[in-house]
């Protein structure tokens, strides 16, 4: 019989590759996602299925992680054999915005879902993922960080996110729970949040190389992340939930790179090579050379004479703004635990990250640009 994962979050990143992967695997997935006026759906929308369809292998559910009633009930109705909990207020830097609400959700929320299944009775038949998340470590006292590296939080995300973690371990000792632990390191795709810095970049960068965009802003350029794929680290979970024995995994591609080198690569990958000059808020990126046969075949040789004139030019810059109040300066995961026991080995490298999130962003900004030119009615048919 095929099994029945919930997946909150769903509608995110990590939930849309996950629903993906296990419906391939003939699971029935059911997903939580918030009420909302704008449907907010895109990154499942391939998969989706009329409610008149019989037999549907996905349904969503409405839900919040604050709301213990509405977790229990669908927990309840839709008896899942795994449930993966990805849904969270993520974004590092509004967390200091809204530190209750995060609180509420990225940690409370963790316990809400643990209750429901042992009140529910379904301890032995229901297996829990939880997304914990590299930023535990946060101030850093071991490089790399493995899963014996004590935590030091340093934002009100990763303080909610510890709480999660050991209400997890908690209930896996007090009650027998399945119950397991993830700590990805970042992990990035085309369907990465606009927001979020690589796909801020990647996204940046085909606006000014179309002519849609003059520069970017960004914050900490020295800031050093372990990057990997999505679609690699959704594989992990999935792996971690098939295990006899439950326990806690760090997912991670071992390679720390500075946010500086990462828009160096992607600005690269357009055949552009970009110089940084100065120093803290006041360092800049400026275009330095322009590779044109490498242009013209990523971008389009219609663009190439505009975005040559940008030589010299800023195309990156600094704004106070977007720095934290606490830093995390390095992160590089030691994932040596996970390739012994689970298999696990990530199959995207930094590069292929960037060239994925590159190619995926110049085909949406030439689109976009191009229905902003009044081609809207080739929607449908625009490749």
Not at 260 to 275: D, P, Q, V
Not at 312 to 324: C, P, S, T
Request: charge should be neutral; charged fraction near 25%; proline fraction near 3%.
């Amino acid at each position: 019989m095929s099994k029945t994962a919930l997946i909150t979050g769903i509608t995110g990143q990590d939930g849309a590759y996950l629903a993906e992967y296990l419906i391939k695997k003939g699971y029935t997935v059911h997903g939580l996602k918030r009420r909302s006026s704008l449907f907010n759906t895109e990154r499942i929308d391939h998969l989706y299925q009329d409610p008149h369809v019989e037999n549907r292998n996905l349904i969503l559910h409405y839900g919040d992680l604050t709301d213990s009633l509405n977790l229990t009930r669908v927990i309840c109705e839709t008896q899942p054999d795994e449930i993966y909990n990805l849904a969270a207020m993520s974004h590092v830097k509004v967390s200091f915005d809204t530190p209750e609400y995060t609180a509420n959700a990225d940690g409370l929320g963790v316990l809400r879902i643990l209750e429901a299944v042992r009140l529910l009775g379904l301890t032995k038949k229901t297996r829990i993922y939880q997304a914990s998340t590299s930023e535990l470590y946060g101030l850093v006292q071991e490089v790399p960080q493995k899963e014996t590296t004590p935590f030091y939080p340093r934002s009100p995300y990763a303080v909610a996110k510890l709480y999660g973690y050991w209400i997890i371990v908690n209930y896996r000792e007090a009650y027998g729970m399945h119950a397991s632990n993830g700590i990805l390191f970042n992990h990035e795709s085309p369907l990465r949040g606009e927001t979020f810095v690589t796909r801020k970049v990647t996204r940046a960068i085909a606006r000014i190389a179309l002519g849609m965009q003059d520069k970017v802003y960004m914050g900490n350029l020295s800031a050093k992340r372990d990057w990997g794929h999505a679609k690699d680290y959704v594989r992990a979970m999935h792996l971690i939930l098939q295990q006899d024995k439950p326990d806690d995994y760090v997912i991670a591609s071992g390679v720390t790179t500075s946010i500086r080198e990462f828009i160096l690569r992607a600005f690269r990958e357009i055949g552009a090579e970009l110089r940084f000059q100065g120093s803290g808020i006041n360092e800049t990126g400026l275009l330095d050379a322009v590779d044109d046969k490498v242009f013209s075949q990523k971008i389009g040789p219609e663009y190439l004479d505009a975005f040559r004139k940008k030589i010299g030019r800023e195309l990156v810059g600094i704004d106070a703004n977007y720095f934290r109040p606490t830093e995390v300066d390095l992160l590089i995961g030691n994932a040596d635990k996970a390739r012994k026991k689970l298999g696990w080995e990530p199959e995207y490298t930094l590069q292929t990250l960037i060239e994925d999130m590159m190619q995926s962003d110049i085909k949406l900004m030439k689109k976009d640009s191009y229905l902003k030119q009044g081609g809207y009615h080739v929607l449908n048919y625009f490749e």
